[in-house]
């Protein structure tokens, strides 16, 4: 298993997939630093992760969709079946919250990659903003971007809206009396 990176997202995936699975992992941070804390260095070296920083120069498989190797111009060829792309891409698509005044999770990232704050109905700081899926953040948890995860913010998310409606629908027609 090759995690492709040279961060500390990707160091961190290493160490994760190795206490998961118990595979031998590689670090390949093609041309990067690897993470240089004492801790990582530490806990690399007792998990075997074996971290490589020589540019990649090619991926080959027996068939399309069948990982077995990669190479480097120096290195020898490691084999694997796996290899997770962490080369950190990852962006949020919060300018509409921006606009509205929201409130954003994690003041020292870039503002493109901050997370919205919501609450566990999905609500922002904003009343009547909700948020569903990768781009909301509840403060009490770690983030969780998965499609489930997604699916569990939507529903509480129209669960609150739907109940808020009904609620005022009432009291329209209660006031009416
Ligand atoms: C490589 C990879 C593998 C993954 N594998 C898994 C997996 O195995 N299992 C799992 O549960 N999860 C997986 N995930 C995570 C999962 O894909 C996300 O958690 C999920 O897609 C989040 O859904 P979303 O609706 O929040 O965002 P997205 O699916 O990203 O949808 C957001 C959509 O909004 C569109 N958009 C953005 N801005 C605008 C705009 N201004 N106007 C109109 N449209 C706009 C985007 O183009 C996009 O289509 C994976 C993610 C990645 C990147």
Redesign the pocket.
């Known amino acids: 298993m090759a995690v492709i990176g040279g961060s500390p997202t990707a160091a961190e995936l290493t160490l994760m997939l190795y206490e998961r699975y118990g595979n031998q992992v590689y670090l390949l941070t093609h041309g990067a630093e690897p993470p240089g804390t004492d801790e990582y260095r530490k806990l690399a070296e007792a998990y075997g992760i074996r971290i490589i920083t020589e540019p990649i120069t090619e991926f080959s498989g027996r068939q399309v969709g069948d990982l077995c190797c990669v190479r480097f111009a120096e290195h020898e060829e490691i084999f694997v079946k796996f290899g997770l792309?962490a080369l950190g891409t990852h962006r949020v698509?919060n300018?509409?919250a921006r606009q509205v005044g929201a409130e954003l999770y994690a003041e020292e990232v870039p503002p493109e990659r901050r997370q919205i704050v919501i609450n566990h109905q999905g609500e922002s700081s904003v009343p009547g903003f909700f948020v569903?899926?990768?781009?909301?953040r509840r403060r009490d948890e770690i983030t969780?971007?998965?499609?489930?995860?997604?699916q569990e913010?939507a529903v509480r998310a129209v669960d609150t809206i739907d109940h808020r409606r009904r609620k005022a629908r009432r009291r329209l027609l209660l006031a009416d009396d």
Request: net charge negative; charged share 20%.
């Open positions: 792309v698509y300018d509409l569903v899926g990768d781009a909301g969780m971007k998965q499609i489930y995860t997604a913010y």
